[in-house]
């Protein structure tokens, strides 16, 4: 079986996104709090409790749903998900950068030295 995986772009945030896998999952209470620390920002709080206005703006939104969809990865890996077959194909809706972060190879757009950099394993190539 083929497996594809499609990540949500901006656009489809929304308050109190991540809070449930925060709340029961520490694997995923763990990629919160290394968000919040990373980007000197509470952009967990902002993506359980808002307010809507702030979490949608793009310095805001990008990076929150980026948060949310590794915590998600993470929460699967936790509930004995370590084995998830690798995808042919990585989906996203609009811009963003979570695709990315679970595709087999890295895109250019992945800077050495960012947060996402260095939460994943960089190329063997360009």
Same mark, same amino acid.
């Given at each position: 079986m083929s497996i594809a995986w499609v990540f949500p772009g901006q656009g489809s945030q929304a308050v109190g996104m991540g809070s449930d896998l925060? %709340? +029961?999952?520490? #694997?995923? &209470?763990?990629?919160?709090? +290394?968000?919040?620390? @990373?980007l000197g920002?509470?952009? *967990? +709080?902002?993506?359980?409790?808002?307010? %809507?206005? %702030?979490l949608t703006? /793009?310095?805001?939104?990008q990076p929150a749903l980026l @948060?949310? *969809? /590794?915590?998600?990865?993470?929460?699967? %890996?936790d509930l004995g998900g370590a084995g998830l077959a690798r995808p042919i194909a990585v989906a996203r809706t609009i811009w963003s950068r979570s695709a990315n972060r679970s595709a087999p $190879? =890295? *895109? &250019?757009?992945? +800077?050495p #030295?960012? !947060? !996402? !950099? =260095? $939460? $994943? @394993?960089?190329? @063997?190539?360009?």
């Open positions: 925060y %709340e +029961q999952i520490p #694997g995923a &209470r763990a990629i919160f709090d +290394q968000a919040d620390e @990373t920002i509470p952009i *967990s +709080q902002l993506c359980f409790e808002g307010p %809507e206005a %702030e703006a /793009t310095e805001n939104a @948060t949310v *969809s /590794t915590a998600l990865m993470r929460a699967l %890996e $190879t =890295q *895109s &250019r757009a992945w +800077q #030295g960012s !947060w !996402w !950099w =260095q $939460t $994943t @394993t960089p190329p @063997t190539s360009w």
